[in-house]
């Protein structure tokens, strides 16, 4: 039998202002949970506040509304942590590390995302982490139709794209460089962006 992983990680996918979580996230989690019943780790990580380009804000976080879901599809809730930081992909792979993975020395872990958005999550995971971690990326069906896939690839491509011109410099789990990054340049984190929230999004094909 394989040993079990440290953490299962479920990344956020969108929610509504009501604080309803939309399919997308709902099938992650769904993944998530068969894999914890399943015995391929002991606990899970539902990661995210909620996306940095959104114009009104939620009343509850995406990992708050995650915890419930889970908990609805009946796994215990001390088996599941709550990473309400992050605003995206980078912070989703940083916060976790910082807060969760660090400070309990979970180096085995699973990710669980999206089909379109494995590339991107692989990328921002391998480098933030770094070459200590042992990390596994899971898949799951969007259920999209071929059209709508076609242009969250299309997206995904461009962010990625983008990500590499910030991270490719990057030394691969160099948390510091890491922070300095987010905190500077980042519209989601940093005060004073070198990239306003409008550009970013401009430059990612997202307006």
């Known amino acids: 039998m394989k040993k079990p992983k440290d953490i299962i990680i479920v990344l956020g996918g969108g929610i509504e202002s009501d604080g309803s979580l939309p399919e997308i996230p ?4 769904t993944k998530g949970v068969e894999l914890l019943n399943n015995g391929v780790a002991p606990r899970i990580i539902m990661s ?8 009104k804000e939620p009343i509850r976080t995406e990992a708050e509304a995650m915890r419930e879901y889970a908990i609805g599809l009946g796994i215990s809730a001390d088996a599941i942590f709550k990473e309400d930081i992050s605003k995206d992909t980078i ?5 976790c590390k910082l807060n969760f993975l660090e400070p309990n020395n979970w180096y085995n872990i699973i990710i669980v995302t999206s089909d379109y958005h494995i590339p991107r999550t692989r990328y921002v995971f391998e480098k933030v982490l770094g070459n ?7 898949s799951v069906d969007s259920k999209l ?9 299309n997206k995904e491509n461009k962010t990625t794209e983008f990500l590499k011109k910030w991270f490719d410099s990057i ?20 005060e004073n ?5 409008e550009q970013l999004l401009k430059i990612l094909g997202r307006v």
């Open 91 to 95: 912070g989703n792979a940083y916060f």
């Open 26 to 29: 709902k099938l992650r989690i």
């Open 48 to 55: 995210g506040k909620w996306g940095f380009w959104l114009e």
């Open 145 to 153: 139709s071929p059209e709508e896939f076609s242009v969250k690839v």
């Open 132 to 138: 200590d971690y042992t990390i596994e990326f899971v």
């Open 193 to 197: 962006p070198e990239v306003t929230k």
């Open 171 to 190: 030394n691969p789990g160099d948390t510091k460089a890491v922070k300095e990054l987010m905190y500077t340049k980042h519209p989601g984190y940093a």
